[in-house]
């Protein structure tokens, strides 16, 4: 993922929303938000590459979500085993939230740069290898791009400010509108408020929006996941179509300790 914004027990009907896009080359095999076969109490999006994910949730209610750590001057690892197996290694796994991100933290530098937010009903915690030791995540809204934790890019300001407003709208139809309409935003920062992470100005540019396109990389997938205070889980995620401006949207929806869900695409 490269954009993340997340309520936790903020929202009087649900333990946990999230809306996050994930950016990558158009290029780069992926599968979309399904039941895995190899693991069939996940529920996530599939990079065939490397066969991790940026974003998954479990029928046990654990969820986990990753973003690249965008910073040229760090030598990239030719060797270091990919960021995505961090996601679906706890959720595939049976570590509890707490322990999983205190043993990763231990190993952390072994990846290339990361941000990890790993969560279940012992708490959620964030983990990076950009800086030292674990954070427990208290009830709050909460944003995540290419650097630390609620790092005020604009495009993270503007995501936390979505969040915020759709979890102050609380109920009735349409509430969570806000956050399709942040995810899908293509409009880019000013000079001035651009961050910067050494990739030179115009890159800056491109990337400062929350919904990236370009001739080969881009937003490939926009997903808002809420959790209500039940249990009732619900997936929802749009797959972008490189060079159109249509999507695919695939709907999942299931009960946490429950052995099925229903599921659609279209």
């Known amino acids: 993922m490269c954009l993340i914004a997340l309520a936790l027990h903020a929202h ?6 999230i809306a996050a896009n994930r950016d990558e080359f158009y290029a780069r095999p992926t599968a979309p938000a399904a039941w895995w076969a190899d693991a069939p109490d996940l529920l996530a999006g599939r990079d065939l590459r490397e066969g991790g994910t940026w974003m998954g949730v479990t029928r046990a209610g654990r969820v986990a979500a990753v973003t690249n750590y965008r910073d040229p001057g760090f030598a990239q690892l ?3 085993p990919s960021r995505g197996a961090l996601v679906a290694d706890f959720l595939r796994g049976a570590a509890d939230a707490e322990s999983y991100a205190n043993d990763l933290a231990e190993r952390a530098a072994a990846y290339n740069g990361f941000n990890l937010l790993v969560g279940d009903d012992g708490g ?4 990076s290898n950009r800086t030292a030791g674990v954070r427990r995540l208290e009830p709050g809204v909460y944003g995540l791009s290419n650097a630390l934790l609620d790092t005020p890019w604009p495009k993270v300001v503007r995501a936390r400010r979505a ?3 759709a979890v102050a709208a609380a109920e009735g139809p349409g509430w969570d509108a806000r956050l399709w309409e942040a995810l899908a935003d293509r409009v880019i920062a000013a000079d001035d408020a ?7 100005s115009e890159r800056e540019r491109l990337l400062s929006a929350p919904f990236i396109r370009t001739d080969v990389y881009g937003t490939r997938a926009s997903t808002v996941l809420t ?3 039940d249990g009732e889980v619900r997936f929802v995620e749009r797959s972008v179509v490189p060079g159109q401006d249509g999507w695919t949207e695939s709907r999942h929806a299931f009960r946490i300790g429950s052995e ?3 599921g659609s695409s279209e």
């Not at 959620?124 to 983990?127: A, D, E, S, T």
């Open 12 to 17: 009087p009907s649900y333990r946990l929303v």
């Open 78 to 80: 030719a060797d270091a």
């Open 124 to 127: 959620w915690f964030y983990v």
């Open 163 to 165: 969040m915020e407003q």
């Open 194 to 200: 651009l961050p910067d992470t050494g990739v030179g």
């Open 227 to 229: 959790i209500a205070n």
């Open 260 to 262: 099925s869900g229903s």
